[in-house]
């Protein structure tokens, strides 16, 4: 299915946009061109962006549980990162909020037992993703797991992300139409 918005080049600008004075700040959209804004925004308008994101991802996963978001993450990490850190938890956290714009979080726990330093890598995913569509799960996933081998947001971490999934940039962009939605009370997947 080809998308609806070409974000392929629009994904890395830092430019800030006006917006028209009749239009609501899309704050997770800040960094878009204003003609991605502007097609959203009248999507939104229309109350047509719900329905754009059904077409695109009908059904929600069934991913309910920490071990099966566990299972389901290590068989992303043994695809395409077999060789790095392993990690000894991923599971769904309550507390993590949208406030920040995260839904997941790395952590590497390093702790010092005796003469022995034990490290561990954790993930905690928002439990708000526990009813989206597996896409959207799985680019959070990605973002997540490749921060065991990038820790910073530059260039050769987003070439990794988009090598454990081809859409990564597309996928992350609908996440941010979705968190649109939920803000304004429009949540197609509740």
């Known amino acids: 299915m080809v998308p609806l918005f070409n974000v ?4 890395l600008k830092t430019n800030f946009i006006k917006f ?21 925004q009248s999507l939104i308008d229309q109350d047509k962006l719900g329905q754009f994101l059904l077409k695109r991802h009908p059904e929600i996963h069934a991913i309910r549980t920490d071990k099966a ?13 077999r060789k790095s850190q392993p990690l000894s938890k991923v599971i769904f956290d309550d507390k993590i ?14 702790r010092k ?6 490290a561990k890598n954790e993930i905690r995913i928002s439990s708000r993703l526990k009813k989206v569509p597996e896409g959207l799960l799985r680019m959070v996933v990605v973002h997540e797991l490749a921060h065991l081998k990038e ?13 454990m999934d081809g859409d990564y940039h597309q996928l992350e962009f609908e996440l941010r139409l979705l968190l649109t939605l939920i803000d ?3 949540n197609p997947y509740s």
């Open 151 to 163: 820790k910073d947001h530059n260039k050769s971490f987003y070439q990794l992300c988009c090598h």
């Open 8 to 11: 392929k080049n629009q994904h």
């Open 113 to 118: 037992q005796g003469a022995k330093l034990k």
């Open 20 to 40: 028209k004075s009749n239009m609501q700040p899309l704050k997770y959209l800040a960094g878009y061109s204003s003609d991605i804004q502007d097609q959203v």
């Open 69 to 81: 978001l566990y299972d389901y993450t290590i068989d992303i990490k043994n695809q395409y990162l």
């Open 97 to 110: 909020s949208l406030s920040h714009q995260a839904l997941g979080l790395h952590s590497y726990v390093a």
């Open 184 to 186: 304004a009370g429009k």
